[in-house]
């Protein structure tokens, strides 16, 4: 069993629907909890980063964590064309300097217009 | 700019040899990363560096080598004796001075194709 597991999709959505992309993970050291967004042939970019449960909000994008349950998520608003790209969460446990991260399969979303 | 370069974009190797993929950082970062992507599998980690003239192996190092002789540069060697070696390569790096929040900025990538 992975210690991260993320729907590899695809997810093919409208344009101006709710996205929602969740990740699950067994290893109950892991605090710091990251969604990258990676468009084709690119690197991965960090788009929310979130510390131990609670949710963090950055425009149209939203940010959960439930640590009891084990199961992040990363909700769109008003999803756009631009918005189609690869998400990947990533993870990492705490007391650690050099910031190991352990990421899931990423999901490929696309929204059309 | 501030940034990390990767190159080259794309890379053909023929069965057998030893490749070396560069990585350069001008973001002043300690600790400098290597992932491998294959399709479906996210990424897994190489090797990582947290100084200079140190690293360390990830989940997956056999069949790569590293070096870290400057604190901007982490070069990776595919050897012969990785089996499976085609997949996207991507290095970051990132400054663990903060043991709370650790941004991995990443690079764009190398193809590397076996033939």
Same mark, same amino acid.
């Given at each position: 069993?992975?210690?991260?597991?993320?729907?590899?999709?695809?997810?093919?959505?409208?344009?101006?629907?709710?996205?929602?992309?969740?990740?699950?993970?067994?290893?109950?050291?892991?605090?710091?909890?990251?969604?990258?967004?990676?468009?084709?042939?690119?690197?991965?970019?960090?788009?929310?980063?979130?510390?131990?449960?609670?949710?963090?909000?950055?425009?149209?994008?939203?940010?959960?964590?439930?640590?009891?349950?084990?199961?992040?998520?990363?909700?769109?608003?008003?999803?756009?064309?631009?918005?189609?790209?690869?998400?990947?969460?990533?993870?990492?446990?705490?007391?650690?300097?050099?910031?190991?991260?352990?990421?899931?399969?990423?999901?490929?979303?696309?929204?059309?217009? | 700019?501030?940034?990390?370069?990767?190159?080259?974009?794309?890379?053909?190797?023929?069965?057998?040899?030893?490749?070396?993929?560069?990585?350069?950082?001008?973001?002043?970062?300690? /600790?400098?990363?290597?992932?491998?992507?294959?399709?479906? =599998?996210?990424?897994?980690?190489?090797?990582?560096? =947290?100084?200079?003239?140190?690293? =360390?192996?990830?989940?997956?190092?056999?069949?790569?080598?590293?070096?870290?002789?400057?604190?901007?540069?982490?070069?990776?060697?595919?050897?012969?004796?990785?089996?499976?070696?085609? /997949?996207?390569?991507?290095? /970051?790096?990132?400054?663990?001075?903060?043991?709370?929040?650790?941004? =991995?900025?990443?690079?764009?990538?190398?193809?590397?194709?076996?033939?």
């Amino acid at each position: 069993q992975k210690e991260v597991e993320q729907d590899p999709g695809p997810l093919s959505v409208p344009e101006g629907a709710i996205v929602s992309l969740n990740c699950t993970y067994s290893n109950s050291a892991f605090q710091y909890f990251m969604w990258y967004r990676q468009y084709s042939r690119k690197g991965p970019e960090l788009l929310m980063y979130t510390y131990s449960s609670g949710n963090k909000e950055d425009g149209r994008f939203t940010a959960q964590v439930d640590k009891s349950s084990k199961y992040i998520s990363l909700f769109i608003r008003d999803s756009q064309p631009s918005d189609s790209a690869t998400y990947l969460c990533a993870m990492r446990a705490g007391g650690t300097s050099y910031g190991k991260l352990t990421f899931g399969q990423g999901t490929i979303l696309t929204v059309h217009p | 700019d501030g940034g990390i370069t990767q190159s080259p974009k794309y890379l053909f190797r023929k069965e057998g040899q030893n490749v070396t993929l560069s990585c350069e950082q001008n973001l002043n970062h300690d /600790a400098m990363y290597w992932y491998r992507q294959d399709p479906g =599998q996210g990424l897994r980690l190489i090797y990582y560096s =947290q100084i200079v003239n140190d690293f =360390q192996k990830g989940d997956i190092a056999e069949g790569y080598s590293v070096s870290r002789e400057k604190k901007e540069s982490f070069p990776l060697t595919v050897t012969s004796a990785q089996k499976n070696p085609t /997949a996207f390569y991507l290095c /970051a790096s990132s400054t663990p001075r903060d043991f709370s929040y650790n941004e =991995q900025f990443f690079g764009p990538g190398t193809r590397l194709t076996v033939l």
